[in-house]
């Protein structure tokens, strides 16, 4: 699978927007960009995912750069409940074992009040 | 739904002692796996099941077996516990992706295991 590469940490104040990156340069054609968070002492929940076009759901936003070699998860307004590490995945969902998810360390993001 | 359910929260063994940690899916799911995350670290996966009667390896399965005998259920199973086993275990569920759909992986809450 392709590597993604996030910041360590973000901060963000509450009710601003937030831009999480991810770089994944070698990206195949056929691979899906995917989006989990982690809130503290939980497990992971799914946040969104996409391929090529840009994304909306009630949770964020996804923006996939134009070479898909970058993304930005988009949280419109940050609130508290927000803090939490995202995983930016690539899996290439034709293949055996597509439901397998490799996480890497993610970006802790801090939101203040 | 009671979506993804692990027992226990929590649990201390001494070292060489087994156990089993449970998990358990109301969903209907065909693909159910295990994880572990140590301190600062992202999600490792352990074992995984496509369906009842089908299990294969994940990154770091040594150490741990796993059967899947109903949709349900998919226990994990620490056969001699090591220090090196201290961690978080998830277990997630989903229906299986193809190539044309995507199915959202569902976790459950955890298993903090502390191996003495």
């Known amino acids: 699978d392709a590597k993604t590469t996030q910041p360590n940490s973000m901060e963000s104040n509450e009710e601003e927007p937030v831009h999480l990156p991810c770089n994944h340069s070698?990206?195949?054609?056929?691979?899906?960009i995917h989006w989990y968070r982690q809130l503290p002492s939980q497990g992971p929940e799914y946040v969104i995912h996409?391929?090529?076009s840009n994304v909306n759901n009630r949770m964020a936003s996804l923006a996939i750069a134009e070479d898909r070699k970058s993304s930005t998860l988009i949280l419109h307004r940050a609130t508290l409940r927000d803090a939490a590490v995202y995983y930016c995945?690539?899996?290439?969902?034709?293949?055996?074992?597509?439901?397998?998810?490799?996480f890497g360390t993610g970006t802790r993001l801090t939101v203040i009040p | 739904n009671a979506g993804v359910t692990q027992t226990p929260k929590f649990q201390v063994l001494k070292t060489g002692q087994s156990m089993t940690l449970q998990c358990a899916q109301d969903?209907?799911?065909?693909?159910m796996s295990w994880y572990r995350q140590d301190p600062g670290m992202g999600l490792r996966l352990i074992h995984y099941?496509?369906?009842?009667?089908?299990?294969d390896q994940g990154e770091v399965p040594n150490g741990y077996n796993v059967s899947r005998s109903t949709t349900e259920d998919f226990p994990l199973r620490l056969l001699s516990a090591a220090p090196s086993q201290t961690s978080v275990y998830f277990c997630?569920?989903?229906?299986?992706?193809?190539?044309?759909?995507?199915?959202?992986?569902?976790f459950g809450p955890g298993t903090r295991l502390t191996v003495l």
């Open positions: 997630a569920s989903s229906y299986l992706v193809t190539g044309r759909s995507y199915n959202e992986q569902f």
């Open positions: 070698t990206i195949s054609g056929t691979d899906y």
């Open positions: 996409g391929l090529t």
């Open positions: 995945i690539l899996r290439d969902m034709r293949v055996t074992g597509a439901n397998n998810l490799f």
């Open positions: 969903m209907n799911h065909e693909y």
């Open positions: 099941s496509v369906g009842a009667g089908i299990t």
